[in-house]
């Protein structure tokens, strides 16, 4: 009933005469003065907005009074405010011409360089770049464009925590929850015109995450027409790019239509034997049906293909540098990578749009399908084929537990630098020599995935300070996975038995398996997730609020496809179903001081379903899943205050974020205090904190020169000590077992207050710009990145590290001093970067032509971006034994960022 009440008074309240303002204009680009269509036109700090028509032209409404600030948006141009005194007299700003933006050249590498592909299998890292690199807050857009670099998060935020839309319809993978940018990679023309909302803001489509929102709209009639070809040159992950889009525009039939392709190509990128290939396509046909309503057809198949890289040791960096890659092999004078990630995942969507003066409803459908792959050698009762293998390293023979070995120390080093990558004609030659069968063998690790989403949301203007939305999507799943045999290196046939306990993989095929089959492993994994949401903002001339919820359904199930001998009883057919069902909230409000000043408070509950790595513990093998599994709750509030001057604007943050009962699975042998085995260590009731402050601030200095200043103070931290359980299999003998039930309960990791591995936690940025009225610019930015720490070993942190696996008792000398000691976290060294970006346009016969560069880390710093400890050292004896010398075998892996790197593009419009 009080609700209802609420609801008619602001009802009631709104209807009430008010004087009005209208602002009109027409826009039109400089130099060419065409008129630009689909621009938005909106008072900062309010929702709603107008847009420009064909002709440029936009007329504007609102009752606000006082000093506020109008700002013109439109993709591809720099925006544009201007400071406006509403007292009821209409304002005509008259002829408004707006500048080519050229910095958005560089999206495309940027997001390339961000989507943390380049670490290995074990450890991922995931920015957020990508999702970013649409905003104008400059603080974002310093985090995208300068700390994304050295693998910054915002607010320490994995990149699950935001969404990504196509025309509405979710992207978001159900595998890990994160965007997969490789699907539109190479689209740069037909992805620019983007939507992104920032954090708890209100987004029209979509509840969404705690990070923030974007959705790319992709409609030819949002899309400039003409034609645009572009080309581009770096040393980053590829070398050379072609772009080429032609967009129609709307036609006087109400078509309108564009396709566009890209080429993305590099025999090896910054890191050495990383090869690129990626083609792009996209389609998309608009048909206007009436002034209300639209329908659109669109298509994106983006191929990519590339050679990975690997984290390494210091002690490997020390001897061959941080290009160095262990991946990859000549093979007949070519570079051939072990390490190959191939994606082709084909997009297909229908959107409805409606548009009328108070309601907005998009719907859609869209189906994807395709394969991703991971390339690997593997080898059975074979030596290692990698050269970073412990026992091929110096500290092997330094560390050896019967005294330094310093000439076979020395021999080691010798070898190594001889023969440092992948050596493949070793590999043929000790097939040829094994009667057929294969010692070494390329494959695939792949995933086949068939998904369908349905969306709809609804957007409804009840008057001018009532705005309502609602709005659900469904997704259903159907991913099937298997190890498959790319190249048998010279052998006849692969005999698929577990090497290590002579058991089956595949106990009802055949155990001779060869190019082309399936191998190891084969499952598949059904799963399906229902959201719904709905919404009310209210809008007054002091005030502004929201509140939005959310209801989501989720549901998995594995289905085994090989019976595993290990898991006899346990990996054929079904697995039992998971499902959880889910609740969020979340709401801000904003008081305007002043249309300039104005402060935001806004606040979430959120609680979401696992991701399908979290779920299944080894899904590979057999149906088990994580016992008690929760749903994951977020807590998390923010306080931001924002300035609108003439000359100054910017935004300061403070943000407070708990994560509760997070899951966690890593896969690793371990020489541990309770045995030795591979595990799949199962890590529960982990809590995380965030928590820290954000600024970014530009200053106009004159019409030609633009200060800007940005910085996050940050702490990441562990909140609890999670809860430990380790699962192996139990077909070896029964004396060599940790335990014959196959699992066993290490009790809690003591991580509370340790670092969480989210890079930097500090950084700050310093930028200047040049802006000529001939059409051209410089911009220079200074970065300090700091407090960044690697990633724990979480099963050295439990009692079991302690504990001597011989004698079952605490080694005498593992006090708690000297625990902590060699346990303490390692924190990577502060660095500096400069970065330096320029460009110049010219129109010729009324061609648009643009030059951009970008020159990142001018002085060729080395820096670490990111790391982890390996958890093969799991009891306290053979960790200490292993730092005796200062060069341990398993030592922690490092990440090193780029050194000097470019990128160039050239550009014509017609």
């Given at each position: 009933?009080?609700?209802?009440?609420?609801?008619?008074?602001?009802?009631?309240?709104?209807?009430?005469?008010?004087?009005?303002?209208?602002?009109?204009?027409?826009?039109?680009?400089?130099?060419?003065?065409?008129?630009?269509?689909?621009?938005?036109?909106?008072?900062?700090?309010?929702?709603?907005?107008?847009?420009?028509?064909?002709?440029?032209?936009?007329?504007?409404?609102?009752?606000?009074?006082?000093?506020?600030?109008?700002?013109?948006?439109?993709?591809?141009?720099?925006?544009?405010?201007?400071?406006?005194?509403?007292?009821?007299?209409?304002?005509?700003?008259?002829?408004?011409?707006?500048?080519?933006?050229?910095?958005?050249?560089?999206?495309?590498?940027?997001?390339?360089?961000?989507?943390?592909?380049?670490?290995?299998?074990?450890?991922?890292?995931?920015?957020?770049?990508?999702?970013?690199?649409?905003?104008?807050?400059?603080?974002?857009?310093?985090?995208?464009?300068?700390?994304?670099?050295?693998?910054?998060?915002?607010?320490?935020y994995d990149s699950s925590n935001g969404q990504v839309l196509l025309n509405g319809i979710p992207m978001n993978k159900f595998y890990d929850g994160r965007p997969q940018w490789n699907n539109w990679g190479g689209l740069n023309d037909v992805i620019r015109n983007q939507e992104f909302t920032n954090a708890l803001s209100v987004n029209t489509y979509t509840f969404g995450g705690i990070l923030g929102n974007t959705n790319i709209n992709t409609r030819p009639s949002g899309l400039r027409p003409g034609i645009r070809l572009s080309g581009s040159m770096s040393n980053r992950t590829y070398r050379s790019r072609l772009m080429a889009t032609y967009n129609s525009g709307l036609k006087n039939n109400g078509l309108a239509y564009t396709f566009s392709s890209s080429r993305r190509w590099s025999n090896t990128g910054y890191v050495d034997g990383t090869l690129y290939d990626a083609y792009s396509f996209f389609g998309s046909l608009e048909c206007k049906i009436n002034d209300k309503n639209t329908l659109a057809l669109t298509s994106l198949l983006a191929r990519n293909r590339r050679g990975r890289s690997a984290a390494i040791t210091?002690?490997?960096?020390?001897?061959?540098?941080?290009?160095?890659?262990?991946?990859?092999?000549?093979?007949?004078?070519?570079?051939?990578?072990?390490?190959?990630?191939?994606?082709?995942?084909?997009?297909?969507?229908?959107?409805?749009?409606?548009?009328?003066?108070?309601?907005?409803?998009?719907?859609?459908?869209?189906?994807?399908?395709?394969?991703?792959?991971?390339?690997?050698?593997?080898?059975?009762?074979?030596?290692?084929?990698?050269?970073?293998?412990?026992?091929?390293?110096?500290?092997?023979?330094?560390?050896?537990?019967?005294?330094?070995?310093?000439?076979?120390?020395?021999?080691?080093?010798?070898?190594?630098?001889?023969?440092?990558?992948?050596?493949?004609?070793?590999?043929?030659?000790?097939?040829?020599?094994?009667?057929?069968?294969?010692?070494?063998?390329?494959?695939?690790?792949?995933?086949?995935?068939?998904?369908?989403?349905?969306?709809?949301?609804?957007?409804?203007?009840?008057?001018?300070?009532?705005?309502?939305?609602?709005?659900?999507?469904?997704?259903?799943?159907?991913?099937?996975?298997?190890?498959?045999?790319?190249?048998?290196?010279?052998?006849?046939?692969?005999?698929?038995?577990?090497?290590?306990?002579?058991?089956?993989?595949?106990?009802?095929?055949?155990?001779?398996?060869?190019?082309?089959?399936?191998?190891?492993?084969?499952?598949?994994?059904?799963?399906?997730?229902?959201?719904?949401?709905?919404?009310?903002?209210?809008?007054?001339?002091?005030?502004?609020?929201?509140?939005?919820?959310?209801?989501?359904?989720?549901?998995?199930?594995?289905?085994?496809?090989?019976?595993?001998?290990?898991?006899?009883?346990?990996?054929?057919?079904?697995?039992?179903?998971?499902?959880?069902?889910?609740?969020?909230?979340?709401?801000?409000?904003?008081?305007?001081?002043?249309?300039?000043?104005?402060?935001?408070?806004?606040?979430?509950?959120?609680?979401?379903?696992?991701?399908?790595?979290?779920?299944?513990?080894?899904?590979?093998?057999?149906?088990?899943?994580?016992?008690?599994?929760?749903?994951?709750?977020?807590?998390?509030?923010?306080?931001?205050?924002?300035?609108?001057?003439?000359?100054?604007?910017?935004?300061?943050?403070?943000?407070?974020?708990?994560?509760?009962?997070?899951?966690?699975?890593?896969?690793?042998?371990?020489?541990?205090?309770?045995?030795?085995?591979?595990?799949?260590?199962?890590?529960?009731?982990?809590?995380?904190?965030?928590?820290?402050?954000?600024?970014?601030?530009?200053?106009?200095?004159?019409?030609?020169?633009?200060?800007?200043?940005?910085?996050?103070?940050?702490?990441?931290?562990?909140?609890?000590?999670?809860?430990?359980?380790?699962?192996?299999?139990?077909?070896?003998?029964?004396?060599?077992?940790?335990?014959?039930?196959?699992?066993?309960?290490?009790?809690?990791?003591?991580?509370?207050?340790?670092?969480?591995?989210?890079?930097?936690?500090?950084?700050?940025?310093?930028?200047?710009?040049?802006?000529?009225?001939?059409?051209?610019?410089?911009?220079?930015?200074?970065?300090?990145?700091?407090?960044?720490?690697?990633?724990?070993?979480?099963?050295?942190?439990?009692?079991?590290?302690?504990?001597?696996?011989?004698?079952?008792?605490?080694?005498?000398?593992?006090?708690?001093?000297?625990?902590?000691?060699?346990?303490?976290?390692?924190?990577?060294?502060?660095?500096?970067?400069?970065?330096?970006?320029?460009?110049?346009?010219?129109?010729?016969?009324?061609?648009?032509?643009?030059?951009?560069?970008?020159?990142?880390?001018?002085?060729?710093?080395?820096?670490?971006?990111?790391?982890?400890?390996?958890?093969?050292?799991?009891?306290?004896?053979?960790?200490?034994?292993?730092?005796?010398?200062?060069?341990?075998?398993?030592?922690?892996?490092?990440?090193?960022?780029?050194?000097?790197?470019?990128?160039?593009?050239?550009?014509?419009?017609?």
């Open positions: 009933m009080r609700t209802a009440m609420f609801l008619l008074v602001f009802c009631c309240a709104a209807q009430l005469y008010s004087q009005s303002t209208i602002i009109s204009g027409s826009l039109k680009e400089k130099g060419t003065k065409a008129p630009i269509q689909n621009a938005i036109v909106a008072i900062d700090g309010f929702s709603k907005e107008s847009f420009t028509g064909v002709n440029g032209h936009f007329t504007f409404e609102t009752s606000l009074v006082g000093e506020h600030i109008l700002k013109i948006i439109v993709p591809d141009f720099i925006s544009k405010s201007f400071a406006i005194s509403l007292d009821g007299q209409n304002i005509d700003l008259g002829e408004v011409f707006l500048e080519k933006d050229i910095v958005r050249e560089n999206t495309d590498n940027l997001i390339v360089l961000s989507d943390g592909e380049l670490a290995d299998d074990e450890e991922t890292i995931s920015g957020s770049s990508g999702i970013l690199q649409s905003s104008k807050d400059i603080f974002l857009k310093r985090a995208a464009f300068d700390f994304g670099q050295a693998f910054f998060k915002v607010r320490g210091e002690e490997v960096f020390d001897l061959v540098g941080n290009q160095y890659n262990p991946y990859w092999g000549n093979q007949g004078g070519k570079i051939r990578n072990s390490r190959e990630r191939n994606i082709f995942e084909p997009l297909f969507m229908l959107n409805h749009f409606l548009q009328s003066k108070k309601l907005t409803w998009t719907s859609g459908i869209a189906y994807q399908f395709g394969k991703n792959a991971r390339g690997r050698l593997g080898y059975y009762n074979a030596p290692n084929p990698d050269p970073t293998y412990y026992r091929y390293l110096p500290s092997f023979y330094i560390n050896s537990p019967i005294g330094a070995d310093f000439n076979n120390a020395s021999l080691a080093k010798e070898g190594f630098l001889k023969n440092p990558q992948v050596q493949w004609s070793r590999l043929y030659t000790a097939n040829l020599s094994s009667e057929g069968k294969a010692a070494y063998l390329l494959y695939d690790d792949v995933v086949k995935n068939k998904e369908i989403t349905f969306s709809s949301v609804m957007d409804y203007n009840l008057n001018e300070h009532v705005q309502l939305g609602i709005g659900g999507n469904f997704k259903k799943l159907s991913s099937e996975n298997f190890a498959e045999i790319q190249d048998l290196l010279g052998a006849s046939f692969h005999e698929d038995i577990d090497s290590f306990s002579n058991t089956l993989n595949d106990v009802n095929g055949s155990s001779s398996k060869t190019d082309g089959e399936k191998f190891n492993y084969h499952y598949k994994i059904d799963a399906t997730h229902l959201v719904g949401f709905g919404q009310m903002s209210l809008n007054f001339k002091r005030w502004k609020s929201f509140v939005s919820g959310s209801f989501s359904s989720f549901g998995a199930r594995r289905n085994g496809l090989f019976q595993n001998e290990r898991f006899f009883e346990n990996s054929l057919s079904n697995s039992e179903k998971v499902s959880f069902s889910s609740f969020a909230l979340k709401s801000g409000v904003t008081y305007f001081y002043s249309g300039r000043h104005w402060l935001t408070v806004n606040g979430a509950v959120v609680n979401k379903p696992p991701t399908l790595q979290n779920i299944f513990i080894n899904p590979r093998e057999n149906n088990d899943i994580v016992p008690e599994i929760q749903t994951e709750k977020i807590t998390t509030i923010d306080l931001s205050y924002f300035i609108r001057l003439p000359d100054l604007t910017g935004r300061v943050s403070a943000f407070y974020t708990r994560f509760q009962n997070t899951t966690d699975i890593n896969f690793f042998f371990v020489n541990s205090g309770v045995g030795s085995d591979f595990v799949q260590e199962v890590i529960t009731a982990l809590d995380k904190l965030h928590k820290g402050i954000e600024l970014g601030l530009e200053y106009q200095v004159s019409a030609n020169v633009k200060l800007s200043a940005a910085g996050n103070v940050g702490e990441y931290i562990y909140a609890s000590d999670p809860s430990v359980h380790i699962n192996f299999d139990t077909a070896g003998a029964e004396e060599d077992l940790i335990d014959p039930e196959g699992n066993i309960d290490l009790g809690i990791a003591k991580l509370k207050d340790l670092k969480l591995a989210q890079g930097p936690q500090t950084a700050f940025a310093l930028g200047v710009e040049y802006r000529s009225p001939k059409y051209w610019w410089i911009g220079a930015t200074t970065n300090y990145l700091a407090n960044n720490f690697i990633n724990i070993s979480t099963i050295t942190r439990t009692q079991s590290f302690l504990l001597d696996s011989d004698t079952g008792e605490r080694f005498p000398e593992a006090t708690d001093e000297n625990v902590t000691r060699i346990l303490k976290q390692q924190k990577l060294d502060d660095f500096y970067l400069l970065n330096v970006v320029g460009g110049k346009s010219w129109i010729v016969n009324k061609k648009y032509i643009s030059a951009f560069v970008s020159v990142n880390n001018v002085f060729d710093q080395v820096f670490k971006s990111g790391g982890y400890e390996q958890s093969r050292n799991g009891n306290y004896g053979q960790l200490k034994q292993d730092n005796l010398s200062g060069t341990p075998s398993f030592a922690p892996k490092y990440w090193y960022g780029y050194g000097r790197t470019y990128f160039l593009n050239l550009a014509i419009s017609f």
